[in-house]
T-cell receptor, first 111, second 117 residues
Framework: RKEVEQDPGPFNVPEGATVAFNCTYSNSASQSFFWYRQDCRKEPKLLMSVYSSGNEDGRFTAQLNRASQYISLLIRDSKLSDSATYLCVVNIHSSASKIIFGSGTRLSIRP | GAVVSQHPSWVICKSGTSVKIECRSLDFQATTMFWYRQFPKQSLMLMATSNEGSKATYEQGVEKDKFLINHASLTLSTLTVTSAHPEDSSFYIC?????????????FGPGTRLTVL
């Protein structure tokens, strides 16, 4: 089983729609969580950190469920510019800190 | 956010040659740098973690003698792909993290696209 799992998609939704992604992680030593965005042939860029209480940044809402070991990202009022691959990232703190990337979920917004 | 540069941004080389990729943190001191590899339509795979002044820690399945990492200063880490072969063709990305607090965000370089003929 992969340490971080995501639905690869692609999600193809119309502009203005709301879309949600989930990500599950298997290591209970996971302590910090992030969503990154990666455009084609570019490096990942941090979209937002995910806090236990949930957090919102404009049209983006991230939530963490430690009991079920999953993280979610909700995008409201999607824009064409939201088309990208969204990477779930988990920072595992055990004997040595380790960053694990999910395989990413591809999102395509159509006009 | 902080700036991380990589050089070169792309390189094409013949099979059997060695290629060096540089990763620099431009406006902060990076105590830890990470090297990733990404094949098409796949996620980033961590290759190794390097801490300034010490040996890199390689992930399982990554040959340390093939992928030489040097983190000689707080602003520079290098990855050398020795005796490159076509299967080493990939997108190599470094990231850097400042401070010793491991909760801090990583900042990624723009990546280096390696093509081995």
């Amino acid at each position: 089983r992969k340490e971080v799992e995501q639905d690869p998609g692609p999600f193809n939704v119309p502009e203005g729609a709301t879309v949600a992604f989930n990500c599950t992680y298997s290591n209970s030593a996971s302590q910090s969580f992030f969503w990154y965005r990666q455009d084609c042939r570019k490096e990942p860029k941090l979209l937002m950190s995910v806090y236990s209480s949930g957090n919102e940044d404009g049209r983006f809402t991230a939530q963490l469920n430690r009991a079920s070991q999953y993280i979610s990202l909700l995008i409201r009022d999607s824009k064409l510019s939201d088309s990208a691959t969204y990477l779930c990232v988990v920072n595992i703190h055990s004997s040595a800190s380790k960053i694990i990337f999910g395989s990413g979920t591809r999102l395509s917004i159509r006009p | 956010g902080a700036v991380v540069s990589q050089h070169p941004s792309w390189v094409i080389c013949k099979s059997g040659t060695s290629v060096k990729i540089e990763c620099r943190s431009l406006d902060f001191q990076a105590t830890t740098m990470f090297w990733y590899r990404q094949f098409p339509k796949q996620s980033l795979m961590l290759m190794a973690t390097s801490n300034e002044g010490s040996k890199a820690t390689y992930e399982q399945g990554v040959e340390k003698d093939k992928f030489l990492i040097n983190h000689a200063s707080l602003t520079l880490s290098t990855l050398t792909v020795t005796s490159a072969h076509p299967e080493d063709s990939s997108f190599y990305i470094c990231s850097a993290r400042g401070e010793r607090d491991s909760y801090n965000e990583q900042f990624f370089g723009p990546g280096t696209r390696l093509t081995v003929l």
